[in-house]
């Protein structure tokens, strides 16, 4: 019965020790008290074995109250210990805070003190400058317009480097200095005075294959660049001259090259103003041999008929021009020669003496005939060309333009470099056929109007010698 009492008197005790040891403690509940590492990391006890009776369990719950409260003595002591450096912690920031802030006070003060003296520095600049403002202005804009016409000149090439300082200076926002104000200038009168002058000196040059040589060069002011007989471009980018890959024909390139061999006196150059655009559009120009091309198979016939008849006209322009003056020597010889049409006609009139007036006018009629056909053969041959040319020409224009129409259904309009090979087609065989035409037409005027002359004079020496024979057949009747 003891026992039983002893038992029911300790559960209460029991219960009241595992709640002890469960719960935690009223400090660290609060958040007031929280955990170190050190205990974090402290290792876990292993489970005490059961106990066996219950004085042994009663035992152990009392031992479990005393271990309780030393941990919470434990807990307490460094909750006050934590408590006093977290106090020095926050007093030692609210005064770090404190002197910051002070701090910023000052420099906010001294940052509107500086503020209100610089406006007054440039207040009190901006009266000492006056005019010199826009002077200085002025002197920015004209080094940055001076900047870019000299790095565009090819006097460069002669003396380099002297676009950086103008740029630089274009720039600048600092007021340029007597010796940046003289240097502008003494390059202003630079490029005018070398602008007027042909100089010959020594440049690295930019060649055909891409290779830099050394060669000696002739500038024209500003306008020209020629190197062993060969135009020259001023390339920008690289501040280097460049020789043209493709040089412009005709007088301009032997211009060039009499310029670059001769020592004195004066030559011709051609000069381009533009300082390499017109130059550039005259290189693009297609040659004679180029723009025949264009024209295609078309082109080349209408050239080849071209040829053919005007080398049968002027064989018979010479031809006729020898009967010519053949048959005016005849009228003045009263002897026939076999050699010319007036003597052969004059021939038939000899060997018919005895024959009637009619039948002379016949045989006279007969021979003049003869002898007009053949001052008219060819004839034909150059009045025909004069007229297929054109026509020839009209259609090299047809098929150029059906060539054309055909690209811009494949390809579309967005680029006119594929439409430019038949529109040429089309223009140069036009070109071509007027071109062959109108000279052949001319050529056959003077053909029909020589042979017509000399027909003329044979018709009227027929109807001569028809009148003479038939008057002395009148005076002997």
């Known amino acids: 019965m003891k026992r039983q009492l002893a038992l029911v008197a300790a559960l209460p005790w029991l219960a009241l020790g595992a709640a002890a040891q469960d719960a935690p403690p009223a400090g660290e509940a609060a958040g007031e008290v929280q955990p170190d590492a050190a205990a974090l990391e402290a290792p876990v006890e292993a489970p005490r ?104 000149s090819m006097v460069n090439a002669q003396f380099p480097g002297r676009h950086e300082f103008l740029a630089e200076l274009g720039q600048s926002g600092a007021l340029p200095s007597i010796e940046k104000l ?146 005016q020597a005849q009228r003045d010889s009263r002897q026939p020669d076999e050699g010319n049409p007036l003597g052969r006609v004059v021939g038939v009139f000899s060997s018919n003496q005895d024959v ?18 053949k001052l008219e053969r060819f004839l034909w041959l150059v009045q025909v060309v004069s007229v297929m040319a054109p026509l020839m020409g009209l259609l090299g224009t047809v098929t150029g333009m059906i060539r054309t129409f055909q690209v811009m259904t494949l390809f579309g309009t967005g680029d006119p470099k594929l439409m430019a090979g038949g529109i040429s087609e089309a223009l140069v065989t036009t070109m071509l056929g007027l071109v062959v035409a109108i000279p052949l037409v001319l050529l056959h005027t003077v053909l029909s109007s020589m042979s017509q002359n000399v027909t003329d004079v044979l018709e009227e020496q027929s109807a001569g010698l028809v009148a003479s024979r038939a008057e002395t057949r009148l005076k002997a009747s």
């Not at 007093?91 to 500086?114: I, P």
């Not at 660049?225 to 005709?250: C, H, M, N, T, Y």
Request: net charge negative; aromatic share 4%; hydrophobic share 45%.
């Open 49 to 152: 074995p059961r106990a066996k009776s219950l004085d042994a369990l009663l035992l152990e719950v009392k031992q479990g109250f005393g271990r309780e409260r030393e941990e919470n003595r434990q807990r307490e002591e460094q909750f006050k210990t934590r408590k006093a450096e977290q106090s020095r912690l926050l007093a030692t920031a609210q005064a770090t805070v404190s002197a910051l802030e002070a701090r910023s006070d000052a420099l906010e003060g001294s940052f509107e003190a500086n503020e209100a003296e610089l406006a007054a520095l440039e207040e009190t600049k901006a009266e000492k400058l006056g005019n010199l403002g826009e002077l200085f202005g002025v002197v920015r804009q004209v080094a940055g317009d001076t900047a870019g016409n000299i790095e565009a």
């Open 182 to 327: 003289e240097k502008l200038w003494y390059s202003l009168q630079q490029e005018m005075t070398e602008s007027g002058k042909v100089v010959r000196f020594p440049a690295r040059i930019i060649a055909i294959g891409g290779e830099e040589v050394e060669q000696q060069v002739i500038r024209a002011g500003v306008f020209t660049a020629v190197a062993d007989g060969r135009f020259l471009a001023w390339i920008p980018e690289s501040q280097k001259l460049s020789e043209l890959a493709r040089q412009p024909s005709g007088r301009h390139l032997s211009a060039a090259q009499d310029f670059a061999a001769a020592t004195s006196g004066a030559e011709t150059l051609s000069v381009d103003p533009s300082r390499g655009a017109i130059l550039q559009v005259l290189v693009q120009s297609p040659t004679a041999g180029e723009r025949i091309e264009q024209g295609g198979l078309i082109g080349y016939a209408i050239i080849a008929l071209g040829l053919v008849a005007g080398l049968f006209g002027l064989a018979r322009i010479a031809q006729l021009s020898v009967v010519n003056r053949k048959v």
């Open 356 to 373: 009637d007036v009619e039948t002379l006018e016949l045989k006279l009629d007969e021979a003049v005939l003869r002898e007009t056909s």
